[in-house]
């Protein structure tokens, strides 16, 4: 089969080469803390990534092609999209679901490794020091 749209494919490895390495590093961070801190750093990365996720909507692109322009909202993968034919006037539209979880993935991952980060460096530093 001959791929059509083959760039289409490569931002979910440029996703996957952020969030892998991140959950690894977070991971590794969080191994030592109790659970229920544990917990909480891992609930605020998830609420975190579902909150810039939908944040992610108001980055918009727009290309025109020979039928028509496609419209698309949210970084790094496609949250929202609409397709407006220049010969028809048709439009098609929607949320793309896969989009919003990936992006939701993305921004937790970034969000567990800075949240686990610091929630090791709190464990790391002597009680004397703290305030």
Known sequence: MIEIAP????AI???????????????????RLEAPRRRRVLI??????????????VVYTS?????GTQTAWGWPRVVF????SWETGERSHGIRWQGLIENT????????VLGASRA???????????H
């Open 7 to 10: 760039h289409y494919h490569q």
């Open 13 to 31: 490895a440029r996703v996957a080469a952020v969030i892998v390495p991140a959950i690894i590093v977070a991971l590794l961070l969080l191994q």
């Open 44 to 57: 605020r990365a998830v609420v975190i990534g579902a909150l810039c996720a939908a944040g992610s909507v």
């Open 63 to 67: 290309r025109g092609s020979g039928t």
């Open 81 to 84: 999209s609409l397709w407006q």
């Open 105 to 112: 993935a993305f921004y937790g991952a970034l969000a567990l």
């Open 120 to 130: 090791r460096r709190r464990d790391v530093v002597p009680a004397s020091r703290r």
